[in-house]
Nanobody, 121 residues
Framework: QVQLVESGGGLVQAGDSLRLSCAAS?????VGWFRQAPGKERDVVAT????????YYADSVKGRFTISRDNAKNTVYLQMNNLRPEDTAVYYC?????????????????WGQGTQVTVSS
């Protein structure tokens, strides 16, 4: 069992930046960041494989968000630049228990509690 703890959320203005962190209690394979806005489904934002050599980004965040990982610290980061009001959501970190990038909620075995990101216009 792997525990995940997200941090770094907050209230910012449009155009600002935030960096989210996901600290894992142990080794993880692929890790993904998902987000869920009120009344909407939880959607993938970005994913990264175990080595960091392969990543995926949702079209809505390409060029603005960067996912990275430091396996020595068992931590995955999501650097979010040029934030927009539509980025407002609860952001969740999730980890797979096997190899391969996962792009869907069902692909992930462990979840953090979420961190709120609010972007004002």
């Amino acid at each position: 069992q792997v525990q995940l703890v997200e941090s770094g959320g907050g209230l910012v203005q449009a155009g600002d930046s935030l960096r989210l962190s996901c600290a894992a209690s142990g080794r993880t394979y692929a890790v993904g960041w998902f987000r869920q806005a009120p009344g909407k489904e939880r959607d993938v934002v970005a994913t990264i494989n175990w080595s960091g050599g392969s990543t995926y980004y949702a079209d809505s965040v390409k060029g603005r968000f960067t996912i990275s990982r430091d396996n020595a610290k068992n931590t995955v980061y999501l650097q979010m630049n040029n934030l927009r009001p539509e980025d407002t959501a609860v952001y969740y970190c999730a980890a797979r228990a096997s190899y391969g990038l996962g792009l869907h909620v069902r692909d992930y075995d462990y979840w953090g509690q979420g961190t709120q990101v609010t972007v004002s216009s």
